[in-house]
Nanobody, 123 residues
Framework: VQLQASGGGLVQAGGSLRVSCLAS????????MGWFRQAPGKEREFVAA????????YYADSVKGRFTISRDNAKNTVYLQMNSLKAEDTAVYYC?????????????????WGQGTQVTVSS
């Protein structure tokens, strides 16, 4: 299973960015998916998760109302739309496939991880 994250980059504070995660080697339609991030010197933290059908989503408090997770099972792809970006959103963003069909914020519930994409927000 391979997860290819893309779409990261440099954006000014208040701006928007959309990152994508293309899965290969596994049909993700039966599994939950998640986005995590890791800033320099900090532990990896949960950002957002989406259930297998897309009808259930779950967000970290720090991004609620600004980020939106979505998925296109036909394209085996998960997206994270990030609006009103802040300097503290700067991190490497990782997508991951869950062992369960629902949503989870626990890293132990995820079995495959992408290589990450850098998001840098300038203030």
């Amino acid at each position: 299973v391979q997860l290819q994250a893309s779409g990261g980059g440099l954006v000014q504070a208040g701006g928007s960015l959309r990152v994508s995660c293309l899965a290969s080697g596994r049909t993700i339609s039966r599994y939950g998916m998640g986005w995590f991030r890791q800033a320099p010197g900090k532990e990896r933290e949960f950002v957002a998760a989406i259930g297998w059908s897309g009808s259930t989503t779950y967000y970290a408090d720090s991004v609620k109302g600004r980020f939106t997770i979505s998925r296109d099972n036909a394209k085996n792809t998960v997206y994270l739309q990030m609006n009103s970006l802040k300097a503290e959103d700067t991190a490497v963003y990782y997508c991951a496939t869950s062992r369960i069909a629902g949503v989870s914020s626990r890293t132990n519930d995820y079995d495959y991880w992408g290589q990450g994409t850098q998001v840098t927000v300038s203030s």
